[in-house]
């Protein structure tokens, strides 16, 4: 089994069986929702909270930022962030 991706467009990269069993799971999903409101308000809550992950992971992406740690930020010293969390003040 070849576990490349595969840059053709028109092959899949799963199979037709894995993607009818996807689909079959989120009707199945969508049908409990539909009859829980308790569940049906935490599928909608999660749903808001991964477009939002999307959205910032796309905007992050798109304006060349991919590493959002503290040591990463622009203009920020490594030192600054060294001492247990604490910043000391630098000096230009």
Do not use: Y
Request: hydrophobic residues 35%.
């Amino acid at each position: 089994m070849n576990t490349q991706k595969k840059t053709d467009t028109s092959e899949c990269l799963v199979s037709k069986e894995v993607v009818e069993a996807s689909d079959r799971l989120f009707r199945e999903i969508d049908q409990a929702a539909a009859c829980d409101p308790v569940l049906a308000a935490k599928m909608r809550a999660v749903e808001v909270e991964a477009r939002a992950n999307i959205g910032r992971a796309k905007a992050r992406k798109s304006s060349g930022r991919i590493h959002t740690g503290p040591t990463h930020r622009p203009r920020c010293a490594g030192s600054v962030v060294a001492a247990a969390g604490k910043k000391s003040p630098v000096k230009l």
